[in-house]
DNA sequence: GTCGGAACTG
DNA sequence: CAGTTCCGAC
């Protein structure tokens, strides 16, 4: 474990990340992007557009001047960038859009979602797709990215617009920190800053655009995050709540947001590091947190839930991965999919940035104030090929001090943790309590089977887990690594394991349910995404092949202590792609307006949300009625997770046999073998290995 | 424009 | 490790 402060606390360090911290890490650059792509000031020169998690470049020098300013690199520029935006690709971050212009998209797998579950999903929401990662409104409470403008989310399509006719005003955002001055090391300011403290700022300018009504629901990035505003009630809402699922019409309205529709991020916190994040944000908006009590604070009455306490995960960027992957694949699983979240009325949608309205609007006024602005930083000869110009970035000073953890009050004492409460839940806890959940199945098998529901409900009930949703839904994800036994059955949540935990292959998933209403049986699953169903939905992906998903190889390890069975034959399937796929449409129950396809997609099992009818009647939905609130503790647990196991290692054998063989040729492959050999411009081919220096001469 | 290898950096 | 820098290939 690496400790980031030493202090024992247990945040992933990027959650602080106090960039002017020595040792810490730097921002990242997807950190940055989706910064970037929050902020409305900025969606000149980035914005969502198309499909969920889709973003495009409008400006790619200014974001690659941005960039370079974040991280002192002043001769930065688009190449270099969209190199270390290429290296997601096999980190399965990122993928190309391919055939748009500066488009990529996000994995939101690999993004926090985790906290979907506490999403209110009950109204009816947008039908657009959006680029934009769905944020769980409800969620807001939870965790929303600071600034946003809810009106935004408005308008659904999504062309966009051509590259590069937007203009950011830099200084203006300079001074408030999005950039930072190299000059002295420790100040970067991170957006959270502004979160916090300079909430007040941006909002005023954004009002702009937002008219003002938005934030209203906003209130305030991050304050917003622990805003009471939700009751646990709005939770079992968001589960369909006891009683309707559809919607309280009632206490939602219609459409309801409750929740403000700021462009989300795909995040339900924000990752950045900040120094407000440390202290404020950081804490409830790290993933690894995300689950925690914090989020929930509000709802949930038991202090000793309270993450803050728990917290002893220290993540490590490894960790950190997987805790993305499995809380995207959470949403997968909760049927939050970001497209998923379309329909649902209160998941506010992320920016789309579609203009009509809004975007129209700022551009304009904006655009106008931004691009002289713009002028005066840049120069005349800012984007052409090198410039060094070291922005001028004078005042970010902003640095804030924020101890890096220090904060961070209990380091670590976390009963929570422990042994999770297993037995014990609060009763207040949260609605949702955590399912075990069978690994992935494989589409047949999930249509063949309904058992799954039974076992769900044993799962769920065993207790262990309901105790922990609440708490740290992550944290509990996290923890049980591999072993089922583990969560289900002793449900101790070793907090070191976080790293491997998650996405050993046998990986049991984690569901969350709201124990209020069972019924609805929306249940979600918090799972590790590590392999996910390999369904292959995506259109886009072609090729992570298994080279890559190397990265994932680790999975592989770490189960197998425990649960037998689960080494995946298959070594190489990346499951992964399925994130950038558009997930399989929602479940038919669930949205009415969404053309109710069948879709097997084993991702949308369950949505969370409306209750309405069981989607598939196989296995997603019926939860566990009985066991729901009454927690039953079960034992079945381990042979459950034989089962599931069993089964899930089948599945993927099967898809990956079938999808894997397809594709292993394709490009990575191809690029493999050809990567053996090294071809210059001679065109002579040069075995790798061999020596062929590129004479880098330059200095640095 | 995009891709990705390679060397290099902090 | 996460880029940064270069660069050839497509």
Redesign the pocket.
């Known amino acids: 474990m690496k400790t980031p402060g030493d202090t024992g606390f247990a945040f992933p360090e990027w959650a602080y990340k106090p960039e002017s911290s020595p040792g810490s890490?730097?921002?990242?650059?997807?950190?940055?992007i989706l910064e970037l792509l929050r902020k409305e000031e900025y969606h000149d020169v980035i914005a969502w557009q198309g499909d969920y998690g889709e973003f495009v470049?409008k400006d790619?020098d200014e974001v690659a001047r941005l960039?370079?300013a974040?991280?002192c690199?002043?001769?930065?520029?688009?190449?270099?960038?969209?190199?270390?935006?290429?290296?997601?690709?096999?980190?399965r971050?990122l993928?190309?859009t391919?055939g748009?212009?500066?488009?990529?998209k996000f994995n939101f797998n690999k993004l926090v979602l985790v906290n979907y579950p506490f999403i209110d999903m009950g109204s009816a929401g947008s039908s657009v797709p959006q680029s934009a990662p769905p944020v769980p409104t409800g969620a807001g409470t939870h965790f929303r990215f600071p600034p946003s403008t809810p009106s935004e989310v408005l308008s659904p399509n999504e062309d966009l617009r051509s590259?590069?006719g937007m203009f950011s005003s830099v200084a203006r955002r300079m001074a408030r920190g999005s950039v930072s001055d190299c000059s002295d090391g420790t100040s970067v300011n991170s957006e959270i800053e502004e979160g916090n403290a300079g909430a007040g700022e941006e909002r005023g300018e954004r009002g702009v655009s937002g008219g003002g009504g938005g934030p209203g629901g906003g209130g305030g990035g991050y304050r917003s995050i622990i805003h009471p505003r939700l009751s646990h009630e709005t939770l079992f809402r968001m589960y369909g709540g006891p009683g309707n699922p559809a919607g309280h019409p009632g206490s939602r309205g219609p459409a309801a947001h409750r929740i403000h529709t700021e462009p989300l991020s795909p995040f339900p916190v924000s990752p950045l590091p900040g120094p407000g994040g440390a202290g404020l944000l950081a804490p409830p908006l790290s993933p690894a947190l995300s689950m925690t009590p914090t989020s929930h604070l509000p709802y949930t009455p038991s202090p000793t839930l309270s993450p803050m306490l728990g917290s002893h995960f220290s993540f490590?960027?490894?960790d950190?991965?997987r805790y993305l992957q499995a809380h995207t694949q959470s949403v997968y699983n909760y049927g939050l999919s970001p497209r998923a979240f379309l329909p649902y009325p209160n998941i506010v949608i992320p920016q789309p940035h579609r203009p009509t309205a809004d975007k129209v609007g700022l551009s304009a006024e904006r655009g106008a104030g931004e691009r002289a602005e713009r002028a005066a930083t840049a120069g005349g000869g800012e984007r052409g090929g090198?410039r060094h110009h070291h922005p001028p970035l004078a005042h970010s000073a902003h640095h804030h001090s924020h101890p890096p953890h220090s904060a961070h009050p209990h380091p670590h004492s976390h009963p929570m943790l422990h042994p999770l409460h297993l037995g014990e839940e609060p009763p207040h806890m949260s609605p949702f309590k955590f399912k075990l959940q069978p690994p992935p199945l494989g589409r047949k098998q999930r249509e063949g089977q309904s058992q799954t529901k039974a076992r769900q409900s044993s799962l769920s009930s065993g207790s262990g887990s309901g105790s922990m949703s609440s708490t740290s839904g992550l944290g509990s994800s996290l923890s049980f690594g591999s072993d089922l036994s583990s969560a289900s059955g002793s449900g101790l949540i070793s907090a070191s394991s976080s790293t491997q935990s998650l996405n050993s292959a046998g990986l049991p998933k984690i569901k969350v349910e709201s124990i209020s209403d069972i019924e609805s049986e929306e249940e979600v699953e918090v799972t590790d995404i590590s392999d996910e169903d390999p369904d292959e939905r995506d259109e886009e992906f072609e090729?992570f092949s298994p080279c890559h998903s190397r990265a994932a190889d680790h999975h592989h390890h770490l189960a197998n202590g425990t649960a037998g069975p689960h080494h995946q034959p298959h070594p190489d399937e990346d499951l992964d792609e399925d994130v950038f796929k558009a997930p399989a449409p929602p479940p038919p129950g669930l949205m009415p307006f969404f053309t109710s396809q069948h879709t097997h997609s084993s991702t949308y099992r369950g949505l969370p949300t409306l209750k309405s009818e069981p989607t598939e009647p196989g296995e997603s939905n019926t939860t566990a009625p009985q066991a729901s609130s009454a927690g039953v503790l079960q034992t079945k647990c381990i042979p459950l997770k034989l089962r599931f196991k069993r089964r899930w290692s089948e599945d993927q054998r099967m898809e990956a046999s079938q999808e894997e063989s397809e594709k292993k040729m394709s490009?990575?492959e191809r690029?493999?073998v050809?990567?053996?050999?090294?071809?210059?411009?001679?065109?002579q081919a040069v075995e790798?290995?061999t020596?062929?220096?590129?004479q880098?001469t330059?200095a640095?």
Do not use: C, V
Not at 25 to 32: A, D, N, S
Not at 73 to 91: E, F, I, V, W
Not at 691 to 694: C, E, F, G, H, S
């Open positions: 890490r730097q921002i990242q650059l997807w950190h940055f470049i790619p960039w370079g974040r991280k690199k002043p001769q930065m520029n688009y190449d270099k960038l969209s190199r270390a935006l290429r290296y997601y690709y096999n980190k971050i993928h190309k391919k748009k212009r500066f488009t990529y590259p590069g490590s960027s490894e950190m991965k090198e090729l490009g990575k690029a493999k050809m990567g053996r050999w090294r071809w210059r411009r001679t065109g790798k290995g020596a062929l220096p590129r880098r330059r640095l």
